[in-house]
C-alpha cells in the first residue's frame, strides 16, 4: 500500500467497530507511514443514536477529517457528471471520492460499494477500490 488510506462510511464504520479487516488495513497504513483519511460528509453517514460515541471519537482521534470545501464540491459534481450520475443516491459517495482525488499520490478506498467507488474514479487509475 502507498500513498493514503481512506475510509468511506461502511470503512469508518467498520473501524468504529473494530472489524477486524478493517483493523488490518489501518494498522498497515501506520506501519508505511501512510496518512488515514476520510471526509467530513462520511461522518453524516456514520453517526446515529446507537453509535458508541467513545469507539467514534478514538476512532476519528486515529484519522484526517478533511471538509467538503466548495472545491471539493465542485469535484464531486464533476465526478458525478462524468459518470452520468446524479442525486443523493451517490452524493457522498462522489464527496469521499473528490477528498481522496485531492490526496496526491495513489489512495486505497475502504468501501462496500466498489462499484460505485470505481463508476466515480473510472478515469482516476491512482484511486483503488477494496471491498470491507
Known amino acids: 500500500m502507498s500513498g493514503a488510506l481512506f475510509l468511506d462510511s ?3 464504520a467498520k473501524a468504529v467497530q473494530r472489524d477486524i479487516d478493517v483493523q488490518e488495513w489501518l494498522t498497515a497504513a501506520q506501519a508505511a507511514d501512510l496518512p488515514v483519511l ?3 460528509a462520511v461522518l453524516v453517514e456514520v453517526i446515529h443514536p446507537r453509535i458508541n460515541d467513545a469507539a467514534l471519537r478514538w476512532t476519528l482521534s486515529r484519522l484526517r477529517v478533511e ?3 466548495q472545491t471539493i ?3 464531486a459534481s ?9 442525486g443523493h443516491k451517490y452524493a457522498i459517495d462522489a464527496m469521499a471520492c473528490a477528498t481522496a482525488l ?3 499520490g495513489r489512495v486505497t478506498i475502504l ?5 460505485d467507488i470505481e463508476l466515480l474514479t473510472a478515469d482516476n487509475a491512482r484511486i483503488i477500490a477494496e471491498k470491507v
Do not use: I, K
Not at 468501501?111 to 462499484?115: A, I
Open 10 to 12: 461502511e470503512g469508518l
Open 38 to 40: 476520510t471526509s467530513a
Open 67 to 69: 471538509p467538503v470545501t
Open 73 to 75: 464540491a465542485q469535484s
Open 78 to 86: 464533476a465526478l458525478l457528471r462524468a459518470a452520468g450520475l446524479h
Open 102 to 104: 485531492a490526496h496526491p
Open 111 to 115: 468501501t462496500s460499494d466498489v462499484e
